[in-house]
């Protein structure tokens, strides 16, 4: 196990309280979060990112430093297919733009918090049952068949069980109320499309936990590394979606490059059980080449997307004034 000192947990806790302190005075007005404003914070979030990775690297080691990376950057690259369904939520829902980061950042939190129950409930699994990494890399196979084939498209945010369940519990009135979450009608509670939209965002990303904690978990076993890294993924998450809320369409490879990196991880998934249960001589995938594996197949991605953009794409980029 890996040797964490306290004070470098510590060091993190505080980094993402104040991480999320900071963001929340910073966007206490309710605004429409521009192109440029979105660049500027998401190089504050990766900047922060890898600051902590230098850290880790320098209190750590090498291949804990390597592995953080690595689980950062792979974090950072199956986000976005949360932001095509963020897109999908908001579009349903019709939530006005001034109000789409007072949604993300409840959803940051809730994220930050089902995130660490599954990972710590990962890391548990993997260190008593190893063979339960077979299991993980079939998810991730399946997973991989999903995205190639669009059913991740039929997304209903309105038709999820969290969005019922939560119609049941308390009324929903059709109506925002600026960015109030509950309103009184009649004497009575009732709840904002708002709350909706956070439940619904909620919902999305404990689907995409599916993936996303088998797949941190064929990088690193280690409590540390893998909650770290998630969780500075998470943080960045709503510049990123701001940043490429009008981009994501243009991006038409991205999907397959994420089904890529799925079925790379499931191999590697494979590969360590069996090194674990079967033979030692079967080859183990060093994190470095993993690393490289990812940045290769996002960089190739989003290379083949801009030289090869889709027909509808090309044909906003040659006129413009369709887009209105």
Same mark, same amino acid.
């Given at each position: 196990?890996?040797?964490?000192?306290?004070? =470098?947990?510590?060091?993190?806790?505080?980094?993402?309280?104040?991480?999320?302190?900071?963001?929340?005075?910073? #966007?206490?007005?309710? #605004? $429409?979060?521009? !192109?440029?404003? %979105? &660049?500027?914070?998401?190089?504050?979030?990766?900047?922060?990112?890898?600051?902590?990775? %230098?850290?880790?690297?320098?209190? =750590?080691?090498?291949?804990?430093?390597?592995?953080?990376?690595?689980?950062?950057?792979?974090?950072?690259?199956?986000?976005?297919?949360? +932001?095509?369904?963020?897109?999908?939520?908001?579009?349903?829902?019709?939530?006005?733009?001034?109000?789409? #980061?007072?949604?993300?950042?409840?959803?940051?939190?809730?994220?930050?918090? !089902?995130?660490?129950?599954?990972?710590?409930?990962?890391? %548990?699994?993997?260190?008593?049952?190893?063979?339960?990494? !077979?299991?993980?890399?079939? @998810?991730? !196979?399946?997973?991989?068949?999903?995205?190639?084939?669009?059913?991740?498209?039929?997304?209903?945010?309105?038709?999820?069980? %969290?969005?019922?369940?939560?119609?049941?519990?308390?009324? $929903?009135?059709?109506?925002?109320?600026?960015?109030?979450?509950?309103?009184?009608?009649?004497?009575?509670? @009732?709840?904002?499309?708002?709350?909706? $939209?956070?439940?619904?965002?909620?919902?999305?990303?404990?689907?995409?936990?599916?993936? *996303?904690?088998?797949? $941190?978990?064929?990088?690193?076993?280690?409590?540390?590394?893998?909650?770290? *890294?998630? &969780?500075?993924?998470?943080?960045?998450?709503?510049?990123?979606?701001?940043?490429? &809320?009008?981009?994501?369409?243009?991006?038409?490879? =991205?999907?397959?490059?994420?089904? /890529?990196?799925?079925?790379?991880?499931?191999?590697? /998934?494979? /590969?360590?059980?069996? #090194?674990? +249960?079967?033979?030692?001589?079967?080859?183990?995938?060093?994190?470095?080449?993993?690393?490289?594996?990812?940045?290769?197949? =996002?960089?190739?991605?989003?290379?083949?997307?801009?030289?090869?953009?889709? *027909?509808?794409?090309?044909?906003?980029?040659?006129?413009?004034?369709?887009?209105?």
């Amino acid at each position: 196990m890996l040797d964490v000192p306290l004070w =470098l947990w510590a060091a993190f806790v505080v980094t993402v309280v104040v991480s999320l302190t900071v963001d929340l005075l910073a #966007h206490r007005d309710t #605004h $429409v979060i521009g !192109f440029k404003e %979105a &660049a500027a914070w998401s190089a504050v979030w990766v900047g922060l990112a890898l600051s902590f990775g %230098a850290i880790v690297f320098l209190v =750590l080691g090498t291949t804990p430093g390597v592995d953080y990376t690595t689980a950062w950057l792979l974090e950072k690259s199956l986000s976005v297919d949360n +932001l095509f369904v963020f897109a999908l939520i908001f579009a349903y829902f019709k939530v006005p733009r001034a109000y789409q #980061h007072r949604v993300l950042f409840f959803g940051v939190i809730g994220a930050l918090v !089902f995130r660490g129950v599954f990972l710590a409930a990962g890391v %548990a699994l993997v260190s008593r049952f190893t063979a339960v990494l !077979f299991a993980f890399a079939a @998810v991730l !196979f399946y997973s991989t068949y999903k995205i190639l084939k669009g059913d991740e498209d039929r997304f209903d945010p309105g038709g999820s069980i %969290a969005v019922r369940l939560l119609r049941k519990v308390v009324p $929903v009135r059709d109506e925002y109320a600026g960015t109030k979450f509950f309103v009184k009608e009649a004497g009575k509670r @009732v709840a904002t499309p708002l709350l909706a $939209v956070v439940v619904a965002i909620e919902a999305a990303d404990l689907i995409f936990a599916v993936d *996303s904690v088998p797949a $941190v978990l064929a990088v690193s076993d280690e409590a540390f590394i893998v909650y770290t *890294s998630n &969780a500075f993924a998470i943080l960045g998450l709503r510049a990123l979606y701001f940043l490429l &809320a009008g981009l994501l369409d243009k991006f038409r490879y =991205l999907g397959q490059g994420v089904a /890529l990196i799925l079925a790379f991880i499931g191999v590697k /998934l494979i /590969l360590q059980a069996s #090194h674990k +249960l079967i033979s030692t001589s079967i080859p183990e995938i060093p994190s470095p080449i993993s690393l490289a594996v990812i940045a290769t197949i =996002l960089a190739v991605s989003v290379l083949l997307s801009i030289r090869h953009p889709s *027909s509808a794409t090309a044909r906003k980029a040659e006129d413009p004034g369709d887009e209105d």
